[in-house]
């Protein structure tokens, strides 16, 4: 890793136009890629993003294109570069979607099929017919719930449905990596097929305890361990940006990778054992810093364990709740007009006194933490004549709020772990209507910090202190001191007979597709 700074802090000094030392981080998400140039002081010289097309082949099924997520970011890459002038990129950071899979042919370097995204759930059969043993075991190991959110099972179903995909595995031709390692691959042209602990963590075939491929669940799923990339520290050196003719950027080392919701917390300054954070965006994703000490949930209860981040020769571990959709019921009702923008839907719910009785459980992939229903849908009670379209708009902001108090309440009753202060970032944290609320409910301080940006600065945080740009955590406190606070102010019979409608509500729309 000292290798790979000296290279660089070398060669700006030899062109003597370090005007400005700076973080470049890649923040690969789920509907965009993004690039943001960070400086010392935690504020965003310039950023690009980038959409790219959503794929819905067929019902559950959800996919990208990796290729196209590759140009995405080279696009970001170059637009962010050249709103700088003469900045000396120290180092680059990467920080992605997780979970989503890809398998490429590493001779051709093109992907046998399309990235298959963490929200697709067409691997939900495979899941249910893992025998109860393999099942304890893949818990024990892994700390994950058996579910298609996860890589394994994607994985299996691409190597069983593409056409001589088992045996160019066989061949030693294929390789498997998350999002992460698939840009890794690309940016070294091939050089380094690595990952960290906090995307391997996410694999479902990862034993977080021994910090290794767990060749038991390898087998199980008939995947070779040929095809995994190495893992390593997340504040590891995994490579240098080749001289791509598509880049301007040449032996920048990559000096940090951590998948997103890991980011998000280590961009939060959730450093202590009992600090909680949640990334409010496509879905809601709640991390506990549990300490050096994996804690674990019960072999049939609804909490992960997971790897929070490895850091200075030291991994910490996480109790996480994964909430798949949260701002996809907001997009939902712009989809079908009930609103056109997120505004408007803020706008909406505060123009009513409550939700009228109506209650939205925004399923639409199934539940998440601490459910875990892969055939549960989104449903709608307590319709009636008088409802309108304000009641609906409140009824799925409020469905934000009220999935993490199941996540919370779940926490308390299993491990005895109640965070007094929750730190939040994501796009709905511009809700002041959610994070209230998110506050009446689980009768706790909810601090959001100003600069909204915590998924990329974690990334460029971890990167910029492994190459000195900063010298300890306490800078990184400091720079998120500033924050604005929501305390609760509902009344606790209002809050308890909310609560009491809302999981009668998700009883209903459990398990709506299991029998057809």
């Known amino acids: 890793m000292i290798q790979c700074v000296e290279t660089i802090d070398i060669l700006c000094i030899m062109l003597g136009v370090c005007k400005v030392e700076l973080i470049l981080t890649i923040d690969q998400g789920t509907t965009s890629t993004r690039v943001l140039l960070v400086d010392k002081a935690g504020n965003v010289a310039a950023k690009a993003q980038n959409e790219f097309t959503q794929f819905f082949p067929q019902e559950s099924y959800v996919e990208h294109d990796p290729l196209e997520i590759l140009e995405s970011t080279y696009k970001a890459i170059n637009d962010a570069m050249a709103a700088v002038d003469g900045a000396c990129i120290l180092a ?126 390898c087998e199980y799923f008939d995947i070779s361990t040929s095809m995994l990339p190495k893992a390593l520290h997340s504040d590891s050196c995994f490579g240098t940006i080749s001289a791509l003719e598509v880049l301007p950027l040449k032996n920048v080392p990559i000096l940090s990778v ?168 994501g796009g709905i944290t511009a809700s002041k209507f959610v994070m209230q609320m998110q506050s009446d409910l689980l009768g706790i301080q909810i601090r959001r910090p100003k600069n909204a940006e915590d998924t990329a600065l974690g990334a460029a945080f971890m990167a910029g202190l492994s190459c000195g740009l900063w010298h300890s955590l306490d800078e990184i406190i400091e720079i998120n001191s500033n924050a604005i606070s929501y305390s609760p102010s509902m009344d606790s019979e209002d809050v308890n007979c909310q609560r009491g409608m809302w999981k009668k509500a998700v009883s209903r729309a459990k398990g709506w597709i299991q029998d057809t």
């Open 258 to 425: 951590l998948g997103d919701q890991q980011a998000a917390l280590f961009g939060q300054a959730c450093f202590k054992k009992g600090d909680a954070k949640n990334t409010y965006g496509t879905g809601c994703f709640i991390l506990v810093n549990t300490g050096e000490q994996r804690v674990y949930g019960s072999l049939d209860g609804g909490l992960l364990s997971t790897i929070a981040w490895g850091y200075g020769g030291k991994v910490q571990y996480a109790v996480e709740g994964s909430i798949f959709n949260a701002g996809t019921a907001i997009q939902w009702l712009q989809s079908i007009e009930l609103i056109s923008t997120p505004r408007e839907c803020d706008g909406l719910a505060e123009a009513v006194a409550d939700n009228g009785g109506v209650y939205f459980v925004p399923a639409f992939t199934g539940l998440g933490a601490p459910h875990w229903d892969m055939y549960a849908r989104g449903s709608m009670f307590g319709i009636t004549r008088g409802t309108t379209r304000a009641h609906i708009a409140r009824a799925a902001l409020e469905s934000v709020s009220h999935q993490v108090c199941d996540f919370f309440e779940d926490l308390e009753a299993e491990l005895g772990i109640s965070p007094k202060i929750l730190r939040v970032d």
């Open 92 to 217: 680059t950071a990467i920080t992605n979607q997780r979970e989503t899979t890809v398998v490429w042919n590493k001779t051709t370097g093109k992907p046998i099929y399309n990235a298959i995204v963490w929200q697709c759930r067409r691997t939900a059969e495979i899941c249910e017919n893992i025998p109860s043993d393999m099942r304890r075991h893949i818990k024990k190991s892994t700390g994950l719930n058996i579910d298609a959110y996860f890589s394994a099972t994607k994985v299996k179903w691409i190597l069983d449905n593409v056409p001589d995909a088992r045996q160019q595995m066989q061949s030693g031709d294929l390789l498997f990596g998350t999002i992460d390692t698939w840009l890794i691959w690309n940016l070294t042209s091939g050089k380094v097929n690595d990952t960290d602990y906090t995307n391997a963590s996410r694999t479902m075939l990862f034993d977080i305890d021994g910090l290794y491929w767990d060749s038991d669940i």
